[in-house]
């Protein structure tokens, strides 16, 4: 092991500031429509890092994921906003940190919804929107109520279908759903008595309608948050559900079934846990291979990027077995922590024609990178403070990619958790609510990527530099104070 004074290389800063993005195109005026890409963002929920083929999943087969990643790049070294659902989209849609954005923690507000996202908080939908885009959001939103200002439409996004409500995605055969404003009446689902609208079919059709409705030559953003393979386990008795069916060990799951007294926050029980899972994946595998094809047969791929991740590590609610699928990939940790099982994610992005094809890239980023890179895409600029920085140049391979003094998260549940990565260097803090003096832990992901080895003891020069950018990094939040507890 290296001494730590001379295991990093380049300038690392001391304060932890937001980086200002002012991005330009390089001829210093915005591009045409016709120059732009259109950008397909898809967000899988609760997906772990090993759980798609190109990480490395033997016992599920992800073929059109694994499509991306042989006609795109992957990166290996990307990370979520955090180890949950609401602040870590928060993370990706406003391009700041879990210790900056609005959005800290899960926080629900009566009747459905989730704590909004506040009016003056810019989005990469509101960037895009200003750059001429058309845009659609299709899946889980769990910003804000309908109505508030955190409603996706209040926040850039032309049409929005599907959840509003987090906890109400809890269930895959919910009573209704919402059309932009307007709440749409699920019959066949009879408020939770009956399983015949699969949510996740009805609105993957949806956003495959929005691509169609697309004119020629008009750039746009589709967001598409999808709901697999979030608990609870559940799919249609169909041929994906076949395929994995009577192939595992089974431990059969209890949970609120669906009937006169089911809640909407619940899960069912589920006979086949593991099958089901699998299913789940491969069903959310067609829905990627399906949006690829809508594009090729619309002649608009080659000016689409297409980019395909993850909101946070794998969940263990609901039945499910991140351990029997090694969902992390060999990493530490599962939804809700801060090792990096929990937060970090498969990646891959894909554009003919501009993105190298079948291709690695060690960038180190993560879910804020996504507006400032976004925005310059679309030949605009971010004239809000945000922490992310563009990663074009690592995605196309064209100019020096510049790199993050470090990465920092939070997690609000459990006393209280921080993190912070820089370079090879990785601390992670238990127990931080309202302790800035609170141990540190400190790997070497170089020579330890699943964190077995805490060498804070050795390096205790390193820990407290990385336990004072945590402290630094950490803006205090009335609405979200550090170590609120968390109802989804």
């Known amino acids: 092991m290296k001494n730590f004074k001379g295991f990093l290389t380049g300038n690392i800063l001391q304060n932890a500031v937001l980086v200002v993005t002012m991005l330009m ?19 899988a929920d609760d997906l772990g890092y090993g759980d798609v083929g190109f ?60 704590e909004p996202i506040a009016d003056s908080v810019l989005t990469i939908a509101e ?86 409705k ?50 909407n926050g619940g899960y069912a029980s589920q006979k086949y846990p593991h099958a089901t899972f699998a299913a789940m994946v491969a069903r959310l595998d067609r829905y990627v291979g399906e949006v690829l094809d809508k594009l090729k047969a619309k002649g608009i791929d080659k000016n689409t990027l297409v980019i395909f991740t993850s909101d946070n590590g794998p969940h263990q609610e609901g039945g499910a077995d991140p351990a029997f699928f090694n969902s992390s990939g060999g990493f530490r940790g599962i939804k809700r922590d801060l090792y990096e ?12 024609g501009t993105v190298k094809p079948n291709t690695k890239n060690e960038y180190i980023g993560a879910f804020w990178d996504l507006l400032p890179t976004f925005a310059e895409l679309a030949g605009v600029k971010v004239e809000k403070p945000v922490d992310g920085i563009s990663f074009t140049a690592a995605l196309t391979g064209k100019g020096i990619q510049k790199a993050h003094d470090y990465l920092y998260w939070e997690f609000h549940e459990q006393g209280g958790k921080q993190a912070v990565r820089q370079g090879n260097w990785k601390a992670v803090r238990l127990k931080a609510a309202g302790n800035p003096d609170g141990v540190v832990e400190l790997y070497d992901l170089a020579q330890d990527p699943a964190e077995t080895k805490n060498i804070a003891l050795r ?23 550090f170590g609120s507890l968390s109802t989804n």
């Not at 999943?57 to 042989?70: E, H, S, V, Y």
């Not at 041929?239 to 009577?246: A, M, N, T, V």
């Not at 390096?459 to 104070?481: D, T, W």
């Open 341 to 352: 099982g929990g937060v970090r994610e498969p990646f891959v992005a894909r554009w003919p």
């Open 55 to 114: 990480n490395g999943q033997k016992l599920i087969k992800t073929p059109n994921i694994d499509r991306l990643a042989r006609e795109g790049v992957i990166f290996s070294q990307f990370y979520a906003g955090t180890s949950v659902c609401a602040p870590s989209r928060s993370s990706l849609l406003s391009g700041k940190h879990t210790g900056h954005t609005y959005i800290r923690g899960n926080k629900s507000v009566e009747p459905e919804g989730q």
């Open 25 to 43: 195109p390089s001829a210093g005026k915005a591009q045409k429509a016709g120059e732009r890409p259109n950008i397909v963002l898809i967000l």
């Open 459 to 481: 390096f205790p020069e390193k820990a407290k530099e990385l336990g004072q950018i945590m402290n630094r990094a950490h803006v205090r939040s009335v609405i979200f104070p």
């Open 214 to 263: 697309q004119a020629a030559g008009q750039p746009f953003f589709l967001f598409l948050p999808y709901t697999l393979p979030h608990a609870e386990l559940v799919v249609p008795d169909d041929e994906l559900f076949h395929l994995y069916k009577d192939k595992f060990e089974e431990k059969p799951y209890q949970g609120a079934d669906y009937g006169p007294h089911a809640s």
């Open 127 to 212: 960037v895009l929107k200003k750059a001429g885009y058309n845009t659609g959001a299709f899946g889980k939103w769990g910003l804000g109520p309908v109505g508030s200002e955190g409603d996706p439409v209040k926040q850039g996004f032309d049409r929005f279908y599907g959840y509003n409500c987090q906890s109400r995605a809890h269930r895959y055969y919910p009573d209704h759903l919402w059309d932009n404003q307007q709440r749409v009446e699920l019959k066949g689902n009879q408020n939770l008595h009956k399983t015949q609208e699969f949510a996740p079919d009805l609105i993957h059709a949806k956003a495959l309608e929005f691509v169609d």
